[in-house]
């Protein structure tokens, strides 16, 4: 017996793809027969020695087997379902290829593609005026609507769901005019001699927030070191549609930096477990693409408890003397040469306000309307649509060990053009977070629906963790858009304009593992604050100096590759264990290495002799990789790459001469910044270029480090 064709067919409808293989489907040679999963096709002995003809259109399900004569070769042709998707899957019962084989299986596949080909539904139009979000999407999303009313919060979030999936779909779809939000006044008068622009005496603020997720993390930091902060939220503050995992160095960070005490830190660990595992499924991959669990105890390990660090940042700004304007919507921002003007709507009751400031930071996320605007026609280039949920019990015993996680895992192969993985990361007492996600091409006919992604979510829970779904307690829903930018280059994506800057998830600068805005924000967090707060104590406002600001790593943008092959382009059918394949090639690599190589694989922090050594492992192991990989690419991405990989590897020969700059500049620091600002910005920017940009962070100063007294005194001086 042996296996001679395996596709993914995209329609949950398993039995539509039965009776079409019954009823309708002729195989054009051999006796069709019924099984109760498909059919079989049968040679006779004198169809074999003849290598017979049959005609293409004549049935033969009419003879009996008691009457046919005796087989000697035969095809098995069935079908079956996981993950809301059809599989099907050919297998010969003979060892030489049967009569007219290859061409029964191209009329096979076309006639399968031709009747269920890719679909990319689109959420029904919803008027809340009308009818409920549960009435409105309970045809088209039946098991998501019956869940989310499980959820304390779940119209709530039901709507929240729909209102992202549908912003996320404009700005995919209308990427050459994003709807303008951000407009500039008069032409400014360029600083000269580095010396920037002036704040006007009214200014309210130093710092504008627009997003209270991330933005919250980086403003409490901020108003810490004796700025004047506003932080605008659309949403009740502290409302988390997320949670968030990292590990004990990265967070030790922000005690280094000062913004936590140990004790604090230790008040927002919901739980810490012993081991996280990574495994895809490879029931179908070839022996060489077959691999172990990759063990990673100390990657995202510690689960937190992310309203709660909220509510503590937001306490610690509001005790710094900043604000926090939650329900309140951004509208636009007019920006002029000494400050930014922002108009906002209190959304309960639809009152406007108006706030003005040196600076907007916009930390709004996927759905943010000034990213869209500042890159103009050019959209992300991957996305993530994640969703998932917080369920507070109800598993059997034994059906999951509180003291592990599951980093990264794959239950199938293909399903409906997409390859979807499963993330699960125990909290405090009996509490999981799970996750279901998967790498996306962003696509104007296919932007990717959480939508969708919810209805796989709730209905093939149960095939990945045991379970019955009707005991499980559900206390929150956790969803988003994850976008990813392939940068060539530091400078490859504006991130700035004058008096604005974006961050985390709006800025797109994280890895395509997986850690997001919130990991690579964390881990960037020294370097954002004191480029961020040089260029505010001298006014440094411009888009020039703040484009020098970002969380950019050369090490992360040379593995997207690694994600485009987790990516079916949007109408192609791939073989449906090809990514999982990749995936296993990959991690049975790191799997053979020592913990800390994969860990700092993970963590973003592989080196470049690391980076070219694994890739030259994996391509000895596995001489088709990339041929599979090439599956999902073309020469344009080929060639992007090459740039990525060029960029990389400067950028490691300049650490490698330049490594006493760093240090260097530290010491010049003193005489260096007082006289020329412009300058020590550019060189503080090159430094941490060198260091933090090739995954090898810089050790955190604390807040009183950076000179709060001194910077307070010479603002008051200057600008007031």
Known sequence: MKEILYLEIPTPDRDAVRRWLQEDFQPGTGEKLLTPDGIRVQFSQKQGGERGRVAEGESQISQTPSTMPSPTEELSVFVWSVQRTTYLKVFRWAEKPVVRESQLLEHLTAGLRQQFPHQYPEPPAVDLSQQS???????????????????????????RVYWWEQRWREGVRNPQEPRQVVFSGQQRERGRGGEGERSSPNSTYDLIYVGGALGIIHAAVMAKLGYRVLLLERLPFGRMNREWNISRNEIQSLIDLGLFT??????????????????????NN??????????????????????????????????????????????????????????????????ERQATGRLLVDAMGTASPIAWQLNGGRTFDSVCPTVGAVIDSGFEPGVWDSQYGDVLNTHGDISRGRQLIWELF??????????????????????????????????????????????????????????????????????????????????????PLVFTGFGSLVRNLPRLTELLDTALKHDLLTAGHLNQIRAYQSNVSVT?????????????????????????????????????????????????????RLALEAAWKNPFLLLWILNFVNLKDVLRWGGAYLSFTLESLNSWLWWWVPQFSRRIQPWLEPRYPALWLWLLATSYALTDGLGRPQKSAPLSALGRERRVAKCEGEFL
């Open 286 to 351: 070839p022996p060489i693409a077959k691999s172990p669990v990759l063990h990673t105890p100390k990657v995202l390990n510690v689960a937190l408890d992310a309203e709660h660090l909220l509510r503590l940042c937001g306490e610690k700004l509001k005790s710094a003397g900043g604000e926090i304007w939650d329900e309140t919507e951004f509208i636009r921002a007019d920006v002029e040469p000494a400050q930014v003007t922002v108009q906002t709507k209190h959304l309960p009751t639809g009152s």
């Open 133 to 159: 979000i549960f009435e409105a999407l309970a045809p088209a999303y039946p098991q998501t609507v019956k869940f989310f009313q499980k959820f304390p919060n779940g119209e709530y979030d039901l709507k």
């Open 262 to 283: 140990p004790v604090e830190v230790e008040s927002i660990i919901a739980r810490e477990y012993k081991d996280g595992f990574h495994k895809f499924f490879d029931a």
């Open 560 to 612: 997207w590759l690694f994600s485009k092959g987790m990516m079916v382009p949007t109408g192609k059918f791939i073989q449906p264990q090809q990514i999982n394949a990749i995936l296993n090639t990959f991690f049975g690599i790191l799997a053979q290495q020592k913990e800390v190589v994969a860990e700092r694989f993970i963590k973003d922090r592989v080196d470049w002799l690391t980076f070219n």
């Open 426 to 511: 125990p909290a405090a007492g009996e509490e999981l977070t799970v996750y279901l996600f998967h790498y996306h091409q962003v696509n104007a006919t296919n932007p990717g629906s959480l939508l969708e992604m919810y209805e796989d979510f709730f209905t093939i829970l149960p095939e990945y963790r045991r379970c019955d779904m009707d005991k499980l307690v559900w206390k929150k829903a956790t969803f988003g858009y994850i976008p990813g930018h392939f940068s060539m280059g530091s400078n490859d994506r504006k991130v700035a304009v004058d008096r604005l800057i974006a961050i985390g998830d709006a800025a797109s600068l994280q890895s």
